[in-house]
């Protein structure tokens, strides 16, 4: 066995290597260094604001010993350090509940304690009005001192004054002004606005803080006290848990003794799926990476292959042959974790401020979590041995008298890979069809990729050979990079594969997608015309007249913020009437309960109301011209496309199908058209029939043919909202969300940088390769461009190579996702009528742009950047 | 005298079938301690091929090559590796040191691999390197020194600790006619020191410098004569 001493030799000649090499050493530290990079800004900042009660115990209790917490009806508590964290109860319905007294008899003395009240109110401004949760507690007691983080003003001293948060300062509500505040009682009371923060780690979007006298809230389900008077022990805790009660202690934070982190069956712990997927991410990451850098490592093995044959014949055993590659990979690991990680730190403690700001939030001190850091150190130089193996394994099989001949000696590849490879992709392919017949098999068509990763590698040196071997007959640039590509497979092999395995990767996902995608245009439909709003008011009680005088104003303040006629009223049958129409369809028939004010009485179907197709407005429109009712359904239903007759009841209270006491209004024309669920109309009965049904008509619903900003809706709402909280504002987002058009463009836009780079890596290292080559093609009268036209075929092959090898493979985890993502058979419940088992859609113009369009534009970028002029060859090392 | 270096009906056969290529037939030969044998005949005649058996950096298709009486056939490639950092020295004709070691981290290399310790391995460096008359060149980089210093050099890197087979391959070829000598001179004064040698050369004057002269025609070696001696040549050359 050889020593580690004897290994110094290799260690040398790999450290003086580097430098010699420093543009190709500081490519593969690039390549490795950058993910490590980002896991470890990622790390720090995460870390340092991801704030704990052990790190800030003041955002939990402010000044206190300990924050406690009364859930009602709890029994038989138990709890790690942070009850948040972990903690399991049992719950019992009547248990008395838990009162101050309790707390101190459990306590065995006499201890401050200040309530923390959590409810919420109406807030109203002088432009409107909204929702605000709120946070009632006696601010002017030195145990909330820290509790709540004042940026503007201070915190409440008196009753009548409270602090607001920026979800509140953004409706222009300034220090001083006054406010009324409508409790769920509906009680009013002004207040006085005296300052601008919000209780840390909030994530209330509008809140309010105040003394419990200026907001009074009614006792929930749940109590929190901040209790004083000296340190509560763990022995404090287990006494306080013992009557139901869970507790946060300073003191245990700050010395756990024997205190548990967590406790058993608390859950909390890592899914195993999570887990699995995690690990799968991070493995692909590392293939990635190592297929990227290994090309560098290929070359740099084959420019030392002179010195690594001298060694040989000066008595280098075949292990010492590769330490020469392995040590520069040790090396060069050590450099890209060290900087990675450094810069990581760095970068991550510099952008703690910004990323606090963004988020709102102060960030604690800074946490490097070493242990976190260290395994993304050790993912580097893990990336740079596994990059170096194979190039290390081949220049320790070289034979040396053939280098040193000046003949390749490069070993041949064994004959046994690529059956191991297809052994792999039919194992893959195995899993993933048996992960898509089984419900919530995602994940196993997930692991399954692994395989057909891995196969899929393997099988890259047996395709090159067939490729270059069946050159003969392409134009003379493409025949010389396909055989270059097979005669240095060592650098090509992962080259391709890091292109494959991120257009692999790509198009499963991209498949998952738009057959997700495909799913949600089918089952999920827009409810509105995204070009619209509907006010409507709700009847929620109180007497005609008051309605009337609300509904005036609200139709005021509509035309005040829109503009004067712009809004259409429309008609509804009033709220509590309930209707139920019956469809027949091929095999039974379906009945849709509707309610009053989701039935508009209209000769046509309302602008704002959205339809899947022209033909379907003008078909319903047809139907209310002769007198009868357009119903809406959200599947694809048997009788979509047909007019149908529906039979109208109206249904006695409660719920359900027909009941005793349902008076049948008759039978009229019905259209039923596919629309969302939660539309603003159920259903749209012409006038005509309204009359002959004498149904009661009324105008509480305004359509606003206007696309609203989102700035201006919310000023509409709070309009509305000061005059009524019964009245609702429509708008549908729906159509708004991150489209699969931009998921499958920012999928592409990614894979083709991923792409671009593996491709221009192998492109650059095979130029720099061939340079005695293309010397030769020049010497024998080869044109200027001949250069560009090799550069760009280098591309070519390995890109379109690797992406069409990708592409096919990765249409198989695709495929067999989109079952467990999309299939209607395993909802538990009937497959709607008119839906397929499962959706599947392949996107096809995604794989066009990278089978065919990306390797055409990256060889276009290698012709444009390459120089003509050929240098003459020097000796290679 | 024994051999130190044996051929017995040694065959080199490359390739397989029709395209297979006989490189070496049936050779035998001896070389002993104190011997310096020149190796003469055509391109391809199967020189290079003895050369490289006879370092353990390929392996016989028949027949046996012992090396202080070791098989070398019997050798695993690490086992090989030991013979060569132990007991063979090599010199090219394309120099071939390491560019990114000094001269005497080139010498020290066989040492070094072979787990000695680092001073020790400079020290028997140096020595070798005084041996050839280089000491002060030894933390130059073979970029730094000329070809014919680089090949004393790699004779240093031949010989260096108790190595005593050395295989010289066409060592003078790529250095001018005075510097070719000079690197004879040494290699013959090695010999004579106690190392068995073998050179490959197709210079007679080169050749001169041996004890024995093998010729090889088609793999097989045809003649073997008792060189004439260098002096004598030389001073024909002088007349």
């Known amino acids: 066995m050889t020593s580690w001493r004897s290994l110094r030799p290799s260690a040398r000649v790999a450290r003086r290597e580097l430098r010699r090499g420093w543009r190709r050493s500081l490519l593969a530290v690039l390549l490795i260094a950058l993910p490590v990079f980002v896991v470890a800004t990622a790390s720090v900042l995460l870390r340092t604001l991801e704030v704990t009660p052990a790190e800030a115990p003041e955002r939990w209790m402010g000044a206190a010993d300990a924050v406690i917490r009364a859930e009602s009806g709890a029994f038989q508590v138990e709890q790690g350090i942070d009850p948040d964290q972990s903690a399991s109860w049992s719950s019992k319905p009547g248990l008395k509940p838990v009162e101050p007294a309790d707390l101190r008899r459990a306590l065995g003395r006499d201890v401050p304690l200040v309530e923390l009240s959590r409810g919420g109110v109406d807030v109203e401004f002088t432009d409107g009005a909204t929702y605000a949760d709120v946070l009632a507690l006696d601010t002017r007691d030195r145990l909330t001192a820290g509790l709540v983080r004042v940026e503007r003003g201070r915190l409440p001293r008196a009753a009548g004054e409270v602090l607001i948060n920026a979800g509140l300062a953004d409706r222009g509500i300034g220090l001083g002004d006054p406010l009324t505040v409508r409790s769920a009682s509906g009680e009013r009371s002004m207040v006085r606005v005296v300052g601008v923060g919000s209780p840390h780690g909030s994530q209330a979007s509008r809140m309010m803080v105040g003394l419990p006298q200026t907001l009074p809230i009614p006792s929930g389900s749940s109590r929190s006290w901040l209790v004083g008077g000296g340190d509560v022990t763990w022995d404090d805790v287990r006494a306080l848990n013992k009557i139901g009660v869970f507790a946060l202690s300073r003191a245990v934070l700050a010395d756990p003794g024997d205190a548990p982190d967590s406790i058993p069956g608390s859950g909390g712990g890592d899914n195993p799926v999570m887990v699995a997927v995690v690990g799968m991410i991070v493995a692909m ?58 810069l990581g730190v760095a970068v991550g403690w510099a952008s703690v401020d910004f990323a606090a700001r963004t988020a709102s939030e102060s ?34 099989r070289r034979d040396p008298v053939a280098v040193l001949g000046g003949r390749r000696g490069e070993p041949q590849p064994r004959s046994g890979r690529p059956i191991i ?4 992709l039919g194992f893959g392919a195995v899993g993933a069809i048996g992960g898509a017949q089984e419900p919530g098999g995602d994940a196993t068509v997930g692991i399954s990729a692994v395989p057909l990763a891995i196969g899929m590698l393997l099988v890259v040196p047996a395709l090159l050979g067939v490729i270059g071997r069946a050159a003969g007959w392409l134009p003379f640039p493409l025949r010389f990079a396909a055989r270059d590509a097979l005669r240095n497979r060592a650098r090509t092999v992962p080259a391709v594969g890091a292109v494959a395995i991120t257009v692999m990767g790509i198009v499963a996902l991209g498949v998952g997608n738009a057959s997700d995608a495909a799913q949600e245009r089918a089952t999920s439909l827009p409810v509105m015309d995204p070009d619209a709003a509907v006010v409507s008011l709700y009847d929620m009680g109180g007497g005609a007249a008051n309605r009337d005088d609300t509904w005036r104003r609200i139709q005021e303040a509509v035309d005040a913020e829109i503009g004067a006629g712009v809004a259409r009223e429309v008609t509804t049958v009033p709220s509590k009437r309930r209707l139920r129409f019956d469809v027949p369809v091929r095999r039974n028939e379906s009945s849709m309960l509707v309610y009053g004010n989701e039935v508009v009485v209209a000769d046509r179907v309302p602008g704002s109301v959205w339809l899947a197709k022209v033909a379907d407005r003008e078909a319903a429109d047809r139907v209310l011209a002769s007198g009868g009712v357009v119903l809406f359904s ?29 008076v049948t209004l008759g039978a009229a024309p019905a259209y039923v058209a596919r629309a969302g669920l939660d539309a603003p109309a159920a259903a749209i009965v012409s006038p005509a029939l309204a009359a002959r049904w004498s149904l009661p008509t009324e105008v509480r619903a305004l359509e606003i043919p206007v696309a609203l900003s989102g700035e201006r809706e919310q ?115 009937e497959r709607p009528p008119g839906l397929p088992d499962h959706f599947l859609e392949i996107p096809w113009l995604l794989i066009g742009a990278l089978v065919v369009a990306l390797p055409l534009i990256t060889a276009a970028l290698v012709w444009a950047t390459t120089r003509n002029r050929v240098s003459l060859a020097t000796r290679l090392d | 005298m024994s051999g130190y270096l044996t051929f017995e009906r040694v065959t080199r056969v490359h390739g397989q079938g029709a395209a297979s290529v006989t490189a070496l037939r049936a050779a035998s030969l001896s070389v002993a301690r104190g011997e310096l044998v020149a190796v003469m005949g055509p391109s391809g005649s199967g020189k290079s091929t003895l050369l490289t058996l006879a370092g353990g950096l390929d392996r016989p298709t028949e027949g046996t090559v012992r090396v202080d009486g070791v098989d ?98 066409e060592p003078t070829g790529a250095l001018d006619s005075q510097t070719g000598e000079d690197v004879m001179r040494l290699i013959r004064e090695r010999c004579d020191a106690g190392a068995a040698g073998m050179v490959v050369t197709h210079d007679a004057r080169h050749a001169a410098w041996a004890d024995r002269v093998l010729f090889i025609r088609d793999g097989m070696v045809v003649d073997e004569s008792a060189s004439e001696p260098v002096d004598v040549l030389l001073a024909g050359d002088a007349r």
Request: aromatic share 4%.
């Open chain 1, 285 to 342: 990451v590392l293939l990635e990476v190592v297929l990227l850098a290994g090309p560098a490592f290929a070359v740099a093995a084959r420019r030392q292959e002179r010195t690594t044959a001298l060694m040989m014949v000066c008595g280098a055993t075949p292990r010492q042959a590769r330490w020469v590659v392995l040590a520069m990979a040790g090396l060069l690991g050590v450099i890209a974790a060290g900087l990675g990680v450094g």
């Open chain 1, 363 to 396: 960030a604690g001190p800074l946490d490097l979590r070493w242990l976190e850091l260290g395994g993304v150190a050790l993912f580097a130089l893990l990336s740079a041995f596994l990059a170096a193996a194979v190039p290390a394994w081949a220049a320790s």
């Open chain 1, 421 to 424: 490879g297809l052994a792999l």
């Open chain 1, 634 to 662: 959200a599947s694809r239903s048997e009788h979509t496309e047909a007019v149908a007759r529906a039979r109208g009841t109206v249904q006695p209270a409660g719920e359900g199908q027909a009941k005793p006491g349902a």
């Open chain 1, 715 to 829: 000023r509409l709402t709070d309009r509305l909202y000061l005059i009524s909280n019964d009245v609702s504002v429509m708008v549908d987002y729906s159509q708004d969300p991150i489209t699969p058009g931009m998921v499958q463009l920012i999928l592409g836009a990614g894979g083709g940088v991923l792409m671009l780079a593996g491709t221009l890596i192998a492109t650059l290292l095979a130029l720099s390769e061939a340079r005695p080559d293309l010397a030769t093609l020049e010497s024998v009268g080869a044109s200027p461009g001949v250069r560009r036209s090799v550069a760009a075929s280098y591309a070519l092959v390995v890109g379109g190579v690797g992406a069409l090898l990708g592409a096919l493979i990765g249409l198989i985890p695709g495929v067999a996702i989109s079952f467990p993502l999309t299939s209607t058979t395993w909802l538990g419940e």
């Open chain 2, 72 to 169: 070398l056939r019997s050798l695993t490639r690490s086992g090989l590796a030991e013979v060569r950092r132990t007991k063979v020295g090599y010199v090219f004709q394309g120099f071939n040191l390491i560019p990114s070691l000094t001269a005497a981290e080139n010498v020290a290399l066989p040492l070094e691999l072979d787990g000695l310790g680092g001073r020790e391995s400079r020290r028997l460096a140096q020595e070798a390197l005084a041996e050839v008359g280089l000491v002060d060149e030894a933390a130059r980089f073979p970029d730094d020194l000329s070809g014919g210093q680089q090949q004393r050099v790699a004779i240093a890197r031949g010989v260096v600790g108790d190595r005593r087979l050395l295989l010289a391959d």
